[in-house]
């Protein structure tokens, strides 16, 4: 074993042990070392203390310039019924009276109808409704949230309005020139470093590279843990959740992504497509 991925192990134990709320964890291959993301870092004594004989890089995410300098170092498919209204696509939002602005994942379907992918954190009970970019509020309704993950962050909302159109398109209303894009197919991310962008209400398309793609997630109340996260440099905000996680076919083909899985948390990670696949 590698000493490397040794230092990752004896970090996680940690993290498994002290459960760290709302702390990212993940190995940076171009820095060619572990990195840990934490909300303040004297908020973090203990755990800081107890994984610093395994040597990772601490980042402070309430320093905004902590991740920039980490940075710096480094054909359509048409599912649209006549009788169907309004395309619903990846990034655009998704509006709950109690869970507030979430974002579209990407739609899958089965024998029982259409299904939107979404974060699973974004769970509440009551009708979910299309929230299209630049709109406050709900417009029209979606359906049920009808599953949510415990032990990977993404939930199912079930279409049930009759005048929502499922789509295999990303918005990227704020392009001049390619609006929509088209999903061509679905990609694990499975090396660093490379360039990924993600889809969502409130901050729009952002790009940026992936950092690592074994990340570690641990929520506010240390309950949860998540695992095998991508790590990037994306940024984004509340609202954003579930959105689509992509990159480009080719820099010829401007228009056609493949999809790589959803934001989850933060400017920093996204649960990865063959988790709910």
Known sequence: MSRLKYNFDQIIQQVNLI?????????????????????????????????KPYDPIVIDISDPSASQKLAQSRRRRNVNPPSLKVKVLGGDGLYNDRAGSCSVGLWVYDNDGFYIITAGHCYEPGVWFHQP????????????????????????????????????????????????LIITGSEVVSSHDVHICKSGYKTRLTCANVFGINGVWVSLDGRQVLYDL????????????????????????????????????????????????
Do not use: C
């Open 19 to 51: 459960r760290p709320p709302l702390v990212i964890v993940y190995t940076d291959m171009i820095d060619n070392n572990n990195v840990i993301y934490v909300p303040n870092i004297t908020s973090y004594t203990e755990f800081l203390d107890a994984t």
């Open 133 to 180: 970019w630049g709109h406050n509020g709900p417009s029209l309704s979606i359906g049920s949230m009808v599953f949510d993950s415990k032990n990977v962050d993404f939930g199912v909302i079930f279409r049930e309005g009759e005048n929502v159109a499922p789509t295999f398109i990303i918005n990227n209303d704020e392009s001049e020139q390619f609006k929509e």
């Open 230 to 277: 991508i790590i990037t440099g994306l940024r984004a905000d509340t609202g954003d959740s579930g959105g689509s996680v992509l990159s480009f076919v080719s820099p010829q083909d401007l228009d056609l992504v493949v999809v790589h899985g959803i934001h989850i948390t933060g400017g920093a990670a996204a649960e990865p497509i063959d988790q709910f696949q």
